[in-house]
Every structure is written in structure tokens, then in C-alpha cells.
């Protein structure tokens, strides 16, 4: 893998994802976003991965709520005024 291919960690965040290995997703996608220039779409990656992350950590420790749930509904992402 091109370690300087941003859509390349996007791809192996997703696969992470699919592993429940959240903490390395979210590195990866980190590192999708400033490879990539600011992609809409691994940033978005991203701010979903993180939601994720923290509804899991919550259940984990039995603290699930509907605060929680709600954050798993598709929200409207800002778009840095470059983009548009």
C-alpha cells in the first residue's frame, strides 16, 4: 500500500470497522483525511467512525442511551467553505 494514498487508509479504516478494531479505524481515517486534502468523503468516514466508536464504548460500559442512539442517525456535515 502507498502510505501517501489517502483513499488506501479510507479502504483499510473500512475494513478495521468490519473488525470492531474502532481505535485503529479512526487512526486510519485520520490519516485518509489529511492525505487526501480534506475529502468530503473521509471525513465524513471519519465523523461516523467516531460516533461509532463512542456508542461502543458506551455499551460496553452499560451506558447506552438514547442520546447515544440518536447519534447513529445520519446528520448533515459542514463542509469546509473551500469545498463548496
Known amino acids: ?12 479504516a473500512q475494513a478495521y470497522l468490519q473488525k470492531q478494531m474502532n481505535d485503529e479505524a479512526v487512526a486510519e481515517l485520520q ?8 475529502s468530503p468523503t473521509c471525513i465524513a468516514n471519519r465523523e461516523s467512525c ?21 447519534a ?5 456535515i459542514r463542509l469546509p467553505q473551500r469545498l463548496l
Open 1 to 12: 500500500m502507498d502510505p501517501n494514498f489517502g483513499l488506501a487508509h479510507n479502504h483499510l
Open 31 to 38: 490519516q485518509a483525511v489529511q492525505l487526501s486534502g480534506g
Open 50 to 70: 467516531s460516533r461509532v466508536r463512542r456508542i461502543r464504548q458506551q455499551e460496553r460500559g452499560g451506558k447506552a442511551t438514547q442520546r447515544s442512539q440518536q
Open 72 to 76: 447513529l442517525k445520519p446528520q448533515t
